[in-house]
């Protein structure tokens, strides 16, 4: 299959992508709720085929919105919870989704439901309009057969990480640490609820912070004291890692007195935006030398406008697939940061970015000099055959593959994780092969590569190395042995 994506050496591409058949997948980031893994069972219904594959995944969704389908007719509810107008049933939705599938030719989208409905489900592929009521209900019933942990096995999953609020309730994954079986599930820590002070949720955030660590937080000490023991509890329960996201990246100390006025002046009321970037520039440094000093790995995703459509979030809630890509500056925005903290051996930062302009001119350079620096695989709307393709031109070159960080696949569908690390390792396999065609890269160091680029690079920058080898065990080849 991997031939299609190299014109230069397609039998070198297929044996490459051979190669990583036999490697289980580790998902270091993504967004499958943890209470999805911990309260399912094998024999207990837990979703149907429209809310998997339409009313969950806001790729589908924006898609199908910019098409005119409204959006009660893809079973969206409104963002209070409750329904704004009549919804379509599940089977009403499954069929408008059969009845576009071309309009997801040519997207990663396309792919991964094709691909799923093949090799997890043994369908034929995306089903034609008339085949639709057929395949719900085939895919309802497997659906009611099986769980979530049950899908992950199948598909070779050995480690998944979730990505879990500060004061998110860590029970779940301490019992399922305990399973002592694949996938692992391990918890990330992300801060952004109570880092951005222009969140309007801002004050409830740092009220469930407090009262998750028992404590009233008023100031700015005792909000630093109560991430400083959320993350302690979250390496405790399994994390390797942090997550933060901002829109344009920019990092900076504020004094000690203009960092708590901030905070104190929010807790009244309300600060400007000017006010609130610089408070999370300040609050990415403060991340970044709790994660220095405990050793959590470091990762920022920037570049997109989340919730561009207002209208729309305010109706039918955020995350609902109305973000767009931002123009963003690395070089002069981590500036601060790498000059603290870039070149100590216990920090990792790995970048994610939706402006792929800057990959070629800021995020390769980047992390070919400082050694903390890792670069995330392409993100969002830019996981896709051509632009992995992208990607690794822009980077390799200046950059190298072992400043890399594998691939993620920073998905809320259990079902698909196997077809989009298909499609980075396939990709992966057919930019190699080319690269053995020119001459850039020898036959024995493709193989070694190739197998880096599926697996190791991501249990290296991760820092999963314990959980793989502990679960190593409960793998076995597709032939039983």
């Given at each position: 299959m991997n031939g299609a994506f190299s014109l230069r050496a397609p039998q070198l591409a297929d044996d490459l992508f051979a190669l990583t058949r036999s490697l289980p997948l580790v998902c270091p980031h993504g967004h499958v709720p943890v209470e999805l893994l911990a309260d399912s069972r094998d024999g207990v219904e837990w979703t149907d085929p429209a809310a998997l594959f339409v009313t969950g995944d806001h790729y589908v969704l924006r898609m199908l919105y910019s098409l005119g389908v409204s959006p009660e007719a893809l079973g969206m509810v409104g963002g209070d919870g409750g329904p704004v107008g009549p919804l379509a049933a599940p089977r009403e939705v499954w069929r408008t989704f059969c009845t576009y599938r071309d309009a997801f030719a040519g997207t990663p989208t396309g792919y991964w439901v094709r691909r799923t409905l093949q090799s997890v489900f043994g369908l034929a592929g995306w089903p034609t309009p008339d085949r639709a009521d057929e395949t719900f209900d085939l895919l309802d019933e497997r659906l009611r057969a099986t769980s979530p942990l049950q899908l992950l096995r199948e598909q070779r999953v050995q480690v998944i990480a979730t990505t879990d609020e500060a004061a998110a309730d860590l029970g779940p994954h301490r019992s399922l640490g305990s399973a002592g079986r694949a996938p692992i599930v391990l918890p990330t820590f992300r801060p952004d609820a109570v880092s951005d002070l222009s969140s309007p949720t801002w004050v409830q955030a740092v009220r469930e912070l407090g009262a998750v660590c028992d404590r009233d937080i008023t100031d700015l000490d005792g909000l630093l004291d109560a991430l400083w023991e959320?993350?302690?509890?979250?390496?405790?329960?399994?994390?390797?890692?942090?997550?933060?996201?901002?829109?344009?990246?920019?990092?900076?100390?504020?004094?000690?007195?203009?960092?708590?006025?901030?905070?104190?002046?929010?807790?009244?009321?309300?600060?400007?935006?000017?006010?609130?970037?610089?408070?999370?520039?300040?609050?990415?440094?403060?991340?970044?030398?709790?994660?220095?000093?405990?050793?959590?790995?470091?990762?920022?995703?920037?570049?997109?406008?989340?919730?561009?459509?207002?209208?729309?979030?305010?109706?039918?809630?955020?995350?609902?697939?109305?973000?767009?890509?931002?123009?963003?500056?690395?070089?002069?925005?981590?500036?601060?940061?790498?000059?603290?903290?870039?070149?100590?051996?216990?920090?990792?930062?790995?970048?994610?970015?939706l402006d792929e302009s800057t990959y070629s001119r800021e995020l390769a350079p980047l992390a070919g000099h400082y050694p903390a620096v890792r670069l995330g695989p392409p993100w969002w709307f830019l996981d896709s055959a051509r632009a992995i393709r992208r990607y690794l031109d822009a980077v390799v070159e200046t950059a190298g593959v072992a400043n890399l960080a594998g691939f993620n696949d920073d998905t809320r569908n259990v079902a698909t994780v196997a077809a989009r690390h298909e499609l980075w390792r396939s990709s992966v396999a057919a930019w190699t092969a080319d690269a053995v065609a020119d001459g850039l890269v020898e036959v024995g160091q493709a193989e070694r590569l190739v197998t880096a680029l599926a697996y190791g690079l991501a249990v290296d920058t991760y820092r999963l190395q314990e959980q793989v080898d502990g679960t190593a065990h409960t793998h076995k080849d597709d032939d039983g042995r």
């Open positions: 959320r993350r302690t509890a979250f390496r405790r329960a399994g994390a390797t890692a942090s997550d933060h996201g901002m829109s344009v990246p920019a990092t900076g100390r504020l004094t000690p007195h203009q960092a708590r006025t901030l905070v104190e002046r929010r807790l009244r009321g309300h600060v400007d935006v000017a006010d609130a970037v610089r408070f999370s520039g300040h609050m990415l440094m403060e991340m970044a030398a709790m994660a220095a000093a405990d050793g959590l790995v470091m990762q920022l995703h920037a570049g997109v406008h989340r919730d561009h459509h207002h209208r729309f979030v305010r109706r039918y809630g955020p995350a609902t697939g109305s973000d767009i890509p931002v123009a963003v500056d690395f070089t002069s925005g981590l500036a601060p940061l790498l000059d603290e903290f870039g070149a100590k051996p216990s920090f990792r930062l790995v970048l994610f970015t």
